[in-house]
């Protein structure tokens, strides 16, 4: 990856109309800086994108995989991605069983 990061940075691949996201970040994450995360979604926005970020205090890299920590955070992020569907009207969020 070294030499490519211009290539494989979203951050210099926005522009205007690029789908809406929403991001899940750890504080805690080595691999991507939450800086470069947070620039991201700023740079989105002004492009009048919409982008979503979710920061996690001292989670690391990863930390809402399935099967970690008996699936808490797993389902934390699994409702806020629904939530965020819901508001772009992709789909009606079911009801609570």
């Known amino acids: 990856l070294k030499g490519r990061e211009t290539e494989i940075s979203p951050v210099h691949h926005v522009k205007e109309g690029i789908a809406p996201c929403i991001i899940f970040h750890g504080t805690a994450d080595e691999d991507v800086p939450l800086e470069n995360v947070e620039r991201f979604c700023r740079l ?23 099967g970690l920590e008996e699936n808490r955070v797993f389902n934390q992020t699994l409702a806020a991605a629904e939530r965020f569907l819901s508001s772009l009207e992709f789909f009606e969020m079911r009801q609570a069983l």
């Open 44 to 66: 989105m926005k002004q492009a009048g994108n919409i982008c979503e970020l979710i920061v996690f205090e001292k989670r690391e890299h990863g930390f809402y995989n399935y």
